[in-house]
């Protein structure tokens, strides 16, 4: 089972950019698909972008599409989110996890989660 541990989070005005990152542990990291959900207080927790496992497929929610970019570098077990403009509602704390089902934005499909890394927006 893979260990994971996110990092990147800060206070960041509206229209500002984060970039997470989020180490795994163990040699198997390549054979996973890898997500990242969000929750934001007093709200249930919402799929934000997954990669699969060799990085050549994406998919994002709408909410970030054209401004949130996913990626990974394998030889450094690492997956990525790149956030640009953001905005209030992306206030969250966000949770990097396995994929278990490429595809899906269910976060019952996500397998080990990370601790997460809480991100705050001002406006």
Same mark, same amino acid.
């Given at each position: 089972?893979?260990?994971?541990?996110?990092?990147? %989070?800060?206070?960041? &005005? !509206?229209? $500002?950019?984060? =970039?997470?990152?989020? #180490? +795994?542990?163990? @040699?198997?990291?390549? /054979?996973?698909?890898? %997500?990242?959900?969000? &929750? !934001?207080? $007093?709200?249930? =927790?919402?799929?934000? #972008? +997954?990669?699969? @496992?060799?990085?050549? /497929?994406?998919?994002?929610?709408?909410?970030?599409?054209?401004?949130?970019?996913?990626?990974?570098?394998? #030889?450094?077990?690492?997956?990525?989110?790149?956030?640009?403009?953001?905005?209030?509602?992306?206030?969250?704390?966000?949770?990097?996890?396995?994929?278990?089902?490429?595809?899906?934005?269910?976060?019952?499909?996500?397998?080990?989660?990370?601790?997460?890394?809480?991100?705050?927006?001002?406006?």
């Amino acid at each position: 089972q893979v260990q994971l541990v996110e990092s990147g %989070g800060g206070l960041v &005005q !509206a229209g $500002g950019s984060l =970039r997470l990152s989020c #180490a +795994a542990s163990g @040699r198997t990291f390549s /054979s996973y698909a890898m %997500g990242w959900v969000r &929750q !934001a207080p $007093g709200k249930e =927790r919402e799929f934000v #972008a +997954a990669i699969n @496992r060799s990085g050549g /497929s994406t998919y994002y929610t709408n909410s970030v599409k054209g401004r949130f970019t996913i990626s990974r570098d394998n #030889a450094k077990n690492t997956v990525y989110l790149q956030m640009n403009s953001l905005n209030p509602e992306d206030t969250a704390v966000y949770y990097c996890a396995t994929s278990l089902v490429f595809g899906s934005t269910s976060h019952a499909d996500f397998g080990s989660w990370g601790r997460g890394t809480q991100v705050t927006v001002s406006s």
